[in-house]
């Protein structure tokens, strides 16, 4: 079964109906499950979508995206995936949270990466970037 990795920024666009990406991240999801693909994440995703509600404290929102984030599939990040995100970070000029998302899916021989940021399709790798 093909693994496509989702970078944290469609997941808040989804969960907190971003009125310009929203849609498009509600769409890829539905995508890449009605084609029988493992949609997946990791703790950094875990991290990036957390933040936010809390530190304005919305435990509602907090509560939520915990639930939704049981729902897929989470690979680890290692040693290896931090040498590999360093690589990719100096190589391509990566923001260190891209250049681990990346790494990630690299490493766990992901097809794709659901991602908003076309600086991941520049680093040109072997990984369809699918941007929304």
């Known amino acids: 079964m093909d693994l496509v990795f989702v970078d944290s920024c469609v997941l808040i666009y989804a969960m907190e109906e971003d009125p310009q990406f929203g849609q498009a991240a509600r769409q890829a999801l539905s995508t890449a499950w009605a084609n029988k693909q493992t949609v997946a994440i990791s703790p950094l995703v875990q991290l990036e979508c957390l933040v936010h509600p809390l530190s304005r404290q919305q435990a509602d929102l907090v509560a939520r995206y915990q639930d939704w984030l049981r729902q897929f599939q989470w690979l680890p990040i290692n040693d290896i995936t931090f040498a590999l995100a360093t690589e990719l970070r100096a190589k391509h000029k990566l923001k260190t949270p891209d250049a681990l998302h990346l790494a990630t899916a690299l490493q766990h021989q992901c097809v794709a990466l659901i991602s908003n940021d ?7 790798t072997n990984l369809q970037c699918l941007s929304l």
């Open 118 to 124: 076309k600086r991941l399709e520049r680093a040109n």
